[in-house]
């Protein structure tokens, strides 16, 4: 079993925003997430990730087959204002869960962007709270994590070195 991580070059896009509509039909059962007149879930972002250096798409192979996908995100932290890059967006195909993908994915994209971390996961969402904190101890035991502080903030944030 060969998990590969590799940059999406613009040919990718299209597949990108075809599986995110899954991925956001999947998140809708935990946040209320808008539709366009089409039907179509909203992600405005996605064609920032071909456009701004500071954001990175990537498709995730098993076996030479598209898995699933990461975009990935660098910012100044709110608090301090020291670099630290994000997880935006995590998904695996259904058919390729549970085969350790997505924990292959992420600890390959650490090795292109070392340092200050965050991953933001919905409050309910007890698979992805479990996934990253199990992941996150593992690599960093001083990891931190905030729940949510607000009405308008309803994520809990992992931070952690990678």
């Known amino acids: 079993m060969t998990i590969k991580l590799a940059s999406a070059s613009s040919d990718h896009r299209c597949w990108i925003r075809a599986e995110l509509q899954s991925y956001l039909a999947e998140l809708s059962q935990f946040a209320s997430i808008e539709k366009n007149a089409e ?22 192979y ?8 990461l975009l990935v995100r660098e910012d100044l932290n ?4 020291t670099s630290i890059t994000e997880i935006a967006e995590l998904y ?50 001083e990891f931190t994590v905030a729940l949510p502080s607000s009405p308008n903030n309803q994520q809990i944030v992992f931070s952690f070195s990678a």
């Open 92 to 141: 695996i195909l259904p058919a390729f869960r549970q085969r350790s993908v997505a924990s292959s994915a992420i600890k390959e994209v650490f090795g292109y962007f070392p340092g200050n971390w965050r991953a933001a996961v919905l409050p309910n969402n007890d698979v992805a709270c479990s996934f990253w904190r199990q992941l996150i101890s593992a690599l960093d035991p």
């Open 62 to 69: 098993l076996n030479n087959e598209a898995a699933g996908f």
């Open 78 to 81: 709110p608090a301090d204002g």
């Open 39 to 60: 039907g179509q879930y909203n992600y405005p972002y996605l064609d920032f990730y071909w456009r701004a250096p500071d954001r990175h798409p990537f498709i995730i």
